[in-house]
């Protein structure tokens, strides 16, 4: 075997320095603001992969570095241009412009679990290499909804025939890939340019669906066999069995969700590394166990060997079984590194197998660095294997040592991606770590495995395997709701997550290591950070991106007012949940003061509900007709209040006005010591002149946002002139129907010198006065991506 400097050459190609250089070079990638030309990532990639296999150099007259620094910068430029490869890829195969909204017929496959909702089925669907007729569709990926108006138990409808595995034909309408940006909300541009959706979309004509062929497959077995779960496991808890055994988080609800969360234990119920681990060490027994009964087998392949592959197989094939989850893959091919080395009878650490299956991943897929599970798994493992001793030692002692490092490693890089930490997670994972993983998974994984050998043969494992899961699930429960539950946190600086990691690098270090208590101030930018409220007098405007809808959060030194909480869908998206909560926690918003529901249109007041769970809204205030859950007093025109030395008070509807939806919508006028601001919910023209004629003096204003989302019936030039404001903010959904923000409106706002914005092209908008007037920062412009669908052509 070949060496350099002193190093075997498979470690120095493939060691945790080379492993770090490849992650480097990807993450460059993904920060910057722009994608490489291809032709540059071209020319980058085989020169990095000449310097990370240190071949001879060129005959160029150039200076090069030794040999290992010039493996870790070829690493770096093969990092970065494979990403970059892989994100223009990605890219190019979503949807062009010129096809969204049009109605096509595809044919191809159904390639995932279909997740079965009230009034919708949501799947994956793979188009066929020729089932579609227009190129840019052929052999494509496509997320997809199937509605119905009503569900009727007699009469199920056709949308529930839908299974994995199945190949149908069906009319769809079809969009480019875009979603919501938000403080605290999820980057669904980032998931769809990871995952290489096409597009999304809805069948539009369900009489015209056929199926053309019954399901087959892989995710057909798993589909059927999570059914045979349900159906011979009585308990509730049959959804349980089947996302530990399976990997099929379907039949979980909202509740669950959050019960896990609070207890941190979401990296359990779906299938994990441990359990892959679990499965490959029964495999590697039961050679074992035939390598005894049959000695003579060893003469043919020896023991360790035909084990170490019997692992890699197992684990393989569990996999298989959970839908190739990241987790699942990060083990498999550290065992399979295992394994390796002891076939060709080479030491092997725990490390360099960790740095290799990091590498493999990325080769593989560098945009699966996008996900949280990349971090959360490769970072829990590198903690436990650096901090726990090697030997063999008190179990019990040894389990506690890997929880408290779990714990305190993961914490920081949880707050980040989750913007949350979980107060009874260490409680709660010292019960369910090995309650779960040694009595119920393996309970459930014998029940899996009787049942693909016989039909029926399983039945009693599962049922055994819930109700042990049962025994433990009241106590998450109680800990849910206790006040141990979820810490939300604000979103931190940059700064903060390098910091709190040195913070935990520290306290792990070994006892006697100095100066351990001044690690904890580390953990403050993360823990406790500047929540940037305004100053005593001032206000700070922040219109959530909600799509087709509005809602705004007003925040003074100490009091926080909701404007509306935007759109919801019943059983389907809800504005108050994915958009205006997680803002509101990503701020530092501890409770709502005061909440406004302009009108009762669902584009303002569908998402309330959601809101009002989370944060429970004691003052309402909303116009006279408005039917609301929560007792509301009316918003009349001159009620008014000071908070923090800023003025609210009420323009519209005045005293008695009838509810005429739209045109009764309160208009609230905000004035601080360096500016002030018009919120005018859906007003049409002829509340605007009469507002202009009842009011002259108080529509001038700094900040207004423009009606009804700017449509033709708003905006009149009177009114326009009689605000005259700087800025002039839109809250509206990208591409709605009904070709909002209209042009000319924009241009009668901006003839007059207003700058314009709207939150369908740039995100959530916040403004902030200052000295020299009202500032606003799109979060578009101020967290730039380059798979940032705004910038699409």
């Not at 924009?746 to 314009?756: C, E, K, L, Y």
Request: proline share 8%; charged share 15%.
């Amino acid at each position: 075997m070949k060496y350099v400097a002193g190093t075997p050459l498979l470690t120095s190609i493939v060691g945790i320095p080379v492993a770090l250089a490849l992650l480097g070079g990807v993450m460059a990638c993904l920060w910057l603001p722009w994608l490489a030309p291809w032709w540059l990532s071209l020319v980058l990639l085989p020169a990095g992969i000449v310097g990370w296999a240190n071949w001879p150099a060129l005959p160029l007259r150039v200076h090069l570095p030794d040999a290992s620094r010039r493996r870790i910068l070829g690493a770096f430029l093969c990092g970065f241009a494979w990403t970059s490869l892989h994100g223009a890829h990605a890219l190019a195969v979503q949807l062009p412009s010129s096809l969204e909204k049009q109605e096509t017929i595809v044919t191809g496959r159904i390639v995932d679990l279909p997740e079965h909702e009230p009034r919708r089925t949501r799947f994956m669907f793979e188009i066929d290499l020729n089932g579609a007729k227009q190129p840019e569709l052929q052999g494509r990926t496509l997320k997809l909804a199937w509605y119905d108006d009503e569900h009727r138990e007699d009469a199920p409808h056709p949308r529930f025939g839908l299974k994995a595995g199945q190949r149908w034909s069906l009319p769809v309408r079809l969009r480019a890939p875009r979603g919501l940006r938000n403080p605290g909300g999820t980057d669904a541009e980032k998931f769809a340019m990871a995952q290489r959706l096409a597009a999304t979309g809805y069948v539009y004509a369900p009489e015209m669906a056929e199926c053309l062929s019954a399901p087959h497959g892989l995710e057909a077995w798993r589909e059927t066999m999570s059914a045979r779960i349900a159906r011979q496991v009585p308990s509730p808890s049959s959804r349980f069995i089947s996302a530990l055994a399976l990997g099929d988080t379907r039949a979980l609800g909202d509740a669950d969700w959050e019960a896990l969360r609070a207890n941190g234990l979401t990296h359990l119920i779906a299938i994990s590394g441990f359990h892959v681990g679990l499965v490959a060490g029964f495999f590697a027994l039961i050679v074992r166990g035939v390598w005894w009964l049959a000695p003579m087998l060893g003469r043919r392949s020896p023991l360790p060997i035909t084990a170490a592959l019997a692992a890699v197989f197992g684990a393989a094939l569990y996999a298989a079984v959970a839908g190739f989850a990241l987790p699942t893959l990060r083990t498999v091919l550290m065992i399979a590194v295992v394994a390796a080395a002891r076939t060709w009878r080479r030491p092997a650490r725990a490390f360099p197998a960790l740095a290799m299956a990091a590498i493999a991943i990325i080769l593989v897929d560098p945009l699966a660095v996008t996900g949280a599970g990349f971090w959360l798994s490769f970072l829990g493992v590198a903690w436990l294997l650096w901090c726990l001793p090697h030997g063999v030692g008190n179990p019990l002692r040894e389990f506690l040592s890997a929880q408290g490092v779990a714990t305190m490693g993961l914490l920081p890089p949880s707050v980040v991606l989750f913007g949350q930490a979980s107060l009874a997670g260490p409680v709660a994972n010292l019960v369910a770590v090995p309650w779960w993983s040694l009595v119920v998974v393996p309970l459930a994984l014998v029940g899996l495995l009787l049942e693909a050998v016989h039909p029926g043969a399983g039945g009693w494992a599962w049922r055994l395997a819930a109700w042990c899961f049962d025994l433990s699930w009241p106590l998450f429960e109680w800990l849910s709701r206790s006040g141990l539950a979820l810490w939300w946190l604000p979103e931190p600086r940059w700064f903060a997550l390098p910091l709190a990691l040195i913070a935990a690098f520290w306290l792990l270090l070994p006892r006697g290591t100095p100066g351990k208590w001044l690690a904890l101030l580390l953990w403050l930018p993360l823990l406790w950070p500047d929540r940037h409220v305004p100053e005593q007098g001032e206000v700070e405007l922040l219109v959530i991106d909600v799509g087709q809808g509005l809602s705004v959060l007003v925040r003074t030194h100490e009091h926080a007012l909701l404007y509306d909480m935007g759109p919801a869908v019943r059983d389907g998206f809800d504005a108050g949940e994915r958009a205006v909560v997680p803002a509101l926690h990503a701020l530092g918003v501890w409770r709502v003061d005061r909440a406004v529901i302009s009108h009762g249109d669902n584009d303002h007041a569908g998402g309330f509900g959601a809101v009002d769970m989370q944060f429970p809204v004691a003052d309402l205030l909303a116009p006279h007709g408005v039917t609301l859950p929560n007792a509301s007093k009316a918003c009349t025109a001159g009620r008014h209040w000071n908070w923090d030395g800023v003025e609210f008070r009420f323009l519209h509807p005045p005293s008695h006005f009838p509810y005429l939806a739209n045109e009764s919508s309160c208009v609230l006028r905000i004035e601080s010591t360096r500016g002030s601001v018009l919120l005018t919910g859906d007003i049409g023209e002829v509340i605007e002149r009469d507002l202009v004629r009842l009011h002259p003096q108080d529509l001038r204003t700094d900040v207004v946002l423009i009606a009804h989302h700017g449509s033709a019936g708003s905006s009149d030039p009177s009114f326009v002139e009689a605000t005259h404001p700087r800025l002039a903010l839109v809250s509206s959904g990208h591409g709605n129907r009904f070709g909002h923000p209209r042009p000319d409106v924009i241009q009668r706002w901006q003839h007059i010198g207003a700058q314009t914005f709207d939150t369908s092209a740039s995100g959530a908008l916040r403004v902030r006065f200052t000295s020299s007037g009202p500032d606003v920062e799109t979060r578009r412009g101020a967290q730039p991506r380059w798979w940032d669908a705004s910038r699409r052509p």
